[in-house]
């Protein structure tokens, strides 16, 4: 697409570099497309070589300039700064978020924007407090000395962000990598890039220095994406996306042996014991199936129910769904809005189908619901469970990313561990069961970087967060930041 001004109601969404707002340098943009509706929403410039260059140059100087040279306490205090700008423009950060997304817009307002200023607060504050080891040695000479390590930024940070929490998942990256005293390129997904170019106005309006914050829109192969990561002025790529991205972001990073930190794909289960509070664990797992549509890397497609369980958990699964409402963001009641893209909803729609062919029973849902003729272009899909597939089927092995998951019966706690265990992803697991011994002696045996007992999603951003096995590589969060985001360097001084 050639060079345009936005048409009139469509946003015009620039690239941010070096604290200013800039066009694509070859004239090229794309259209940002409502998932509710279909409708253009917005006018994107996509970042090519040049821009990409000028953005990794005015990080690369900006550490060099202000803001590496700032007392640690004056960049945390802007950091709060950042922090309170979301807040105090959050209405607009809710309504891009909302439109690019398509998302309730309680959603927005309790979970997305809230976390996108709490992620800079939480490690600004943070960091600013971390101790460091020290050792005393002996010499094989004789005399003693002293050991002590201190980190430094790893510099210039590519951030590749998805389009499922846009806001959210991006300044869960930006927060710590500025906290720890990098700079930042940001690439949003060419789905939801608003959020990310409203955030260029906060950081100004805070006073953050030119260069700090960057973002660059695109694609990924051939185009912003690929740009940034191969390029050789950043020292660190930190991804949230497909595990497939993951591989070929990963060959990037090899030239120049630049360090990544992964957080990818997931098939989480979901085992429900025979002691289990159902009146607590239905509201947990409906939320953990279907809000954002199912588009949440941490939820649940696989659910295992012990066996004197099994049906009752079924029917109260199924008379929950029936309670879920589809619509558009600012519809009151509505509980699930679309899916990011048609193109998404192809791909969910591919595994409905494949679930009956693979021999599914469909307890609810399995199409696309009837919308009013003002939807009728959005990506809409109906919530929906299924029961007897066979263990090994496509439908229970691979992440579907919608609105759906199949439940399954299980005999014994071995087997249920096995069943959970069972997959190539490792990102979450949810344990329900009154038994204390036993939550923590599954809990302890599922392969993935967070089990949930008797909840899902609880949030404390000091822990570890990250997957095992195809799900991500590292851990971000709290104190463990700052392994990918600092350099550590150890002093030895002979007394
Ligand atoms: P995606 O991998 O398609 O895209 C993510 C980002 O990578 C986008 O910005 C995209 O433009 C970019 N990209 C794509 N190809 C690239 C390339 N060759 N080089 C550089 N950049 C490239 O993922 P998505 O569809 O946006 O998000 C959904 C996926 O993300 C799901 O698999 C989900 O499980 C995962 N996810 C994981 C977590 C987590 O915390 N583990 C969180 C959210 C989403
Ligand atoms: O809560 C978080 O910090 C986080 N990274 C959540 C990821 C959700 C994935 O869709």
Known sequence: MTEHAAP??????LNFINGR?????EGKTFAGVSPATGAPIAVIHEAGRADVDAAVQAARAALKGPWGKMPVAERMALLHKVADGIQKRFDEFVEAECLDTGKPRETCRHVDIPRGAANFRIFADLFK??????????TPTGGQALNYATRSPRGVIAVVCPWNLPLMLMTWKVGP???AGNTVVVKPSEETPLTASLLGEVMNEAGIPPGVYNVVNGFGPDSAGAFLTEHQGV????FTGETRTGEVIMRAAAKGLRPVSFELGGKNPALIFADANLDEAIPDIIRATFINCGQVCLGTERIYVERPLFDEFVARMKA???????????EPGVTMGPL???????????YYKLAVEEGATVVIGGGVPQMPAELANGAWVEPTIWTGLPHEARVNREEIFGPCCHIAPFDTEEEAVRLANDTAYGLTAVVYTRDLARAHRVANQMEVGICWV????????RTPFGGAKHSGIGREGGIHSLEFYTELRNICIRY
């Open 340 to 350: 990011i893209s048609l193109e998404h909803r192809e791909k969910v729609l591919s």
């Open 129 to 138: 407090n971390v101790p460091t080891e020290a050792f005393v040695m002996d």
């Open 177 to 179: 990598a500025l906290a």
């Open 454 to 461: 008797n909840s899902w999603f609880l949030r404390d951003l």
């Open 235 to 238: 020292n660190g790529i930190t």
């Open 21 to 25: 707002y800039e066009r694509s340098s």
């Open 320 to 330: 929950a769904t029936e309670k879920q409402k589809v619509g558009p963001p600012d």
């Open 8 to 13: 009139a109601g469509r946003r015009e969404v």
